[in-house]
């Protein structure tokens, strides 16, 4: 319990106010394609970039990851309003992979018809992303760990995507369990078993550590993308961390078992409230999940070190999220993702860097759909116009946006068909809706709608869609028509507009 106590404080230690530039010392300006400095024999002095995303790891996850609070944390800025537009994996990746939201990427699920890998491919989407860019820019490239959900469904098995000159992922679902899978490795399938030393988040790390050595001596800025499993189920601990947080539970908020659902849309009212047995099965995982989040903790210390090591450090942007947050008996869900409620659409977002203040954080809305452009801008890369984000160095240094020039909602949407495996949401209707920095609204097919208040209400535990003003109500529902069929700019115009208020 000593341990979790000291975890929770490191966890505080990024509040504060911050102050942001609209462009951070040692970032390259974007490059007209073509150009001399977009060659790779003119990129030295460029920042490197090292993305971690984890997958399904809530925002108060953090808290348990000392080495995030201390180098992460502690040295950079937080995001807390950072959310996904889609709380399910492959669409969010998929949206981290291009800068767009889902339903301009088409990856609307994991698996057939209208998602998994087999989609993004069909579309065409993996022609461009965000390695595609940095690689075209004179980045050394690198993905490590997981991809997208099916991969290489439909592709030879030895299938390395464009844009990447290291090529290190689990084919099918094998990393999941962290042991007995087969990588490919840049076109080649290699077995790894069952030993200590095969623990994936381990094999990861190591390559890491060789991928920045390399690049170090490379003359290259180098691009990593490190995507390990945990901590989804069956979030397998390292062996090393088997005894740890031995009497942790799951975080009991007031949205925990929630006592009167009756405003809820069906599929929460027909839910049972959480028994005592599902209760412990939630503790029983969220210890789980924490064990298996330290190997990646440690992944992160070791990042650090190589980077120290090879005089790297200075020059490197470090940035740390999620692809979806997850469900722990909040609402009476047991487990899972994709409901549009804060633990499922909200995650941790952190950057380390250059000319990024330390231990800040900024409360303005940002998400998945901004990380692309984010990587393009420190690189110099050309972005293609199909992008809906929009990059996030103004808020990482000195001198933020006004408020009126930064967005002010953030669209949340979820498709048919449902294939979380893990979940128990069987009957979860298609819904869209927005998210602003007051209010969270959803508008599902079946003519249910949700209204939260979040500044008296951030449990969400009242629905007020049923007694608010009507003026109001249209309020909403057309902001959330303009951005669920919104692409580039007008994305980024709706996003802007003014939100409705709630009265009070």
């Known amino acids: 319990m000593r341990r979790l106590a000291l975890l929770a404080i490191l966890a505080l230690l990024g509040s504060g106010a911050i102050a942001c530039t609209d462009r951070l010392p040692g970032v390259a300006t974007a490059t007209p394609a073509g150009s001399p400095a977009a060659s790779p024999a003119n ?162 790390a190591k390559k890491a550590t060789g991928f920045i050595e390399g690049s170090a001596t490379s003359g290259s800025p180098f691009f990593l993308y490190l995507a390990p499993f945990a901590p989804h189920q069956p979030a397998t601990p390292a062996p090393r961390h088997l005894q740890l947080f031995k009497d942790a539970t799951a975080p009991r908020t007031p949205a925990y078992n929630e006592a009167d659902v009756s405003d809820k849309p069906a599929y929460v009212r027909n839910r049972n409230a959480v028994t005592t047995g599902a209760g412990e099965q939630i503790d029983a995982l969220y210890r789980k999940r924490l064990q298996s989040l330290q190997s990646v903790d440690e ?73 692309a452009p984010t990587f393009a801008a420190i690189a110099g890369a050309k972005v293609p116009d199909f992008v809906d984000g929009r990059s996030l160095l103004p808020l990482l240094g000195a001198s933020p946006p006004s408020a009126d020039r930064w967005r002010t909602a953030y669209l949340i949407e979820h498709w048919l068909p449902q294939s979380d495996q893990e979940g128990d949401l069987i009957q979860l209707p298609e819904f869209h809706g927005v998210r602003t920095s007051e209010a969270a609204y959803v508008e599902y097919v079946t003519g249910e709608r949700e209204l939260y208040d979040l500044r008296s209400d951030p449990n969400e535990l009242q629905n007020l869609a049923a007694r608010a003003d009507p003026a109001v109500l249209k309020a909403f529902a057309d902001l959330v028509a303009s951005l669920k069929t919104c692409s580039r700019d007008s994305c980024r115009s709706a996003e802007e507009a003014t939100p409705p208020r709630l009265n009070r």
């Open 43 to 204: 990129t030295s002095g460029r920042p490197n970039i090292i993305f971690v995303l984890t997958d399904d790891e809530t925002a108060s996850d953090f808290a348990f990851m000392p080495n995030v609070q201390n180098l992460l944390v502690g040295q950079g800025m937080s995001l807390p309003n950072f959310f996904v537009t889609v709380s399910l994996c492959c669409p969010s990746r998929s949206t981290i992979l291009r800068g767009q939201y889902v339903h301009n990427h088409g990856v609307l699920t994991n698996s057939d018809p209208n998602g998994g890998y087999k989609q993004f491919m069909a579309r065409g989407d993996e022609s461009s992303t965000v390695a595609t860019w940095l690689h075209d820019a004179g980045y050394r490239t690198a993905l490590l760990g997981k991809y997208l959900n099916g991969y290489p469904d439909g592709q030879d098995r030895t299938h390395v995507p464009p844009g990447w000159d290291e090529w290190d992922s689990p084919i099918g679902i094998g990393g999941y369990s962290e042991y007995n899978y087969q990588l490919n490795e840049n076109g080649k399938l290699v077995s790894y078993g069952f030993t200590p030393n095969d623990y994936l988040v381990d094999v990861m």
């Open 299 to 371: 992944m992160v210390a070791g990042l650090v070190k190589t980077l120290t090591d090879t005089g790297q450090l200075d020059n490197t942007y470090i940035f740390l999220t999620s692809d979806n947050g997850f469900m722990q008996g909040q609402h009476r869900i047991l487990m899972g993702k994709q409901v549009p409620y804060e633990e499922s659409i909200r995650v941790s977002m952190v950057a380390r860097g250059p000319g990024i203040p330390a231990g800040q954080a900024r409360d303005y809305l940002a998400g998945n759909v901004d990380l």
